[in-house]
């Protein structure tokens, strides 16, 4: 090998690249670990450039800064994301460096529409999330949600399906549940629950809803004052309705006695209209 000059030129190539590349390196490390690269600023902004409302700039700053590890260089930005995404009211965040010493956070908020089970929200994207409740209301109390793990989006959907069906008859959910065995079960904003059942395709609530919002007029007009407590549709051709309006005899085991009429002429031509 002593004798090869092309082996010698080689190794001795290779050695001098080596020993760059380790200097490189080494001066870009003790650069890197200068004071000027030390984290200095984090700022936080809105994804979308939207007014934040839940998420308070300097309070989330100072809550997280002192989980970041590392400066300018050094800092993991997904340990960052995954920092401020576990604050409430965070939905999605994304990370980015700013020379020479800040790191830029966006953050997108969740938009509460209701809240889901015990002590939990649901938002308008259907993702159910932990925050303070009293901060969810603005102004309205807000619709409550149930169903199993993993329905959220399906419920969220349901949700929207049927504000557009009961809106003829002016009635707005408020409370929608899913049962373990997915039977669909409404509240309504004048205090009636209607039983919606299974689906058994993909048309079984909606044509259960369109059937009542068909006879629901008929149904208040028949009632007069009496508010209808609850209703179920899961009747093939017809429903069940219970109402204070409705009242059931002390003795229901005695007959009841039609008391006696006048006779009067009946018109040869006469109409009747069954409803």
């Known amino acids: 090998m002593w004798h090869d000059v092309r082996a010698l030129n080689a190794t001795a190539s290779t050695l001098l690249a080596a020993t760059l590349l380790a200097g490189i390196a080494s001066g870009v490390w003790w650069l890197s670990q200068r004071p000027m690269f030390t984290l200095r600023e984090v700022r936080v902004e809105s994804m979308y450039r939207l ?17 970041i590890r590392g400066n ?99 009635l707005v959910p408020q409370q929608l549940s899913l049962s373990s065995r997915y039977a669909w079960t409404v509240r309504l904003d004048n205090g009636m629950s209607v039983e919606l059942g299974r689906e058994q395709d993909k048309n079984t609530v909606k044509a259960r809803v369109q059937r009542l919002v068909g006879v629901y007029p008929q149904l208040v007009a028949r009632l007069q004052e009496g508010r209808i407590d609850t209703i179920d549709m899961r009747y093939p051709n ?30 040869t031509n006469k109409t009747t209209k069954n409803i």
């Open 238 to 267: 017809g429903l069940a309705l219970s109402s204070a309006a409705l009242t059931v005899p002390a003795d229901a085991t005695k007959p009841v006695k039609a008391a006696a009429k006048k006779k009067t002429k009946t018109p």
């Open 51 to 67: 007014d934040l409302k839940h998420v308070n700039e300097l309070t989330v700053r100072n809550s997280v800064l002192g989980k």
């Open 72 to 170: 300018f260089f050094t800092t993991d930005l997904e340990q960052v994301r995954s920092t401020f995404e576990a604050v409430p009211w965070v939905r999605r965040a994304t990370v980015r460096r700013e020379w020479p010493n800040g790191l830029i956070v966006e953050v997108e908020e969740h938009e509460a529409l209701g809240t889901w089970g015990e002590g939990r929200l649901l938002s308008v994207k259907g993702d159910v999330f932990t925050a303070n409740l009293a901060e969810a209301d603005d102004d309205h109390e807000l619709p409550a949600f149930v169903g199993p793990a993993g329905s959220e989006k399906d419920v969220l959907a349901r949700f929207s399906e049927l504000r557009s069906w009961f809106a003829p008859v002016k």
